[in-house]
């Protein structure tokens, strides 16, 4: 995804899980729009449930990848699973936008 996002806007991504063991799912890292200050990203998925326990790390993404020398903080203020998915907020405290990536983790 290349579009901006602006400040307190929302993007939402769908994606499968990959089961690792019984009751661990791990998603592999999506990349979202450019963002910065407050955040509202939206992932859905069907192994995510209002009583999973879903952590996320977010990072600056440069090339694809994570930035080896990113100069911004990325912080993961909020993670809310629901049924059918997960809301996150990420606060980029940041001039510009800068691209967003996430690392998910479910467990049920």
């Known amino acids: 995804m290349t579009t901006s996002a ?4 929302s993007t939402s991504a769908t994606s499968g899980s990959t089961t690792l063991l019984p009751g661990l799912f791990s998603v ?13 990203l939206t992932f859905n ?10 952590l996320v790390a977010a990072f600056q993404v440069y090339q694809g990848k994570p930035h080896p020398q990113a100069g911004a903080d990325f912080i993961v203020a909020q993670v809310a699973p629901f049924d059918g998915g997960v809301r996150i907020k990420v606060k980029v405290d940041y001039p510009a936008p800068l691209p967003i990536g996430t690392s998910i983790l479910v467990l049920n």
């Open 6 to 9: 602006a400040p307190g806007t």
């Open 28 to 40: 592999q890292k999506l990349d979202w729009p450019d963002g910065k200050g407050d955040v509202f």
């Open 45 to 54: 998925s069907d192994q995510i449930r209002s009583t999973s326990r879903v």
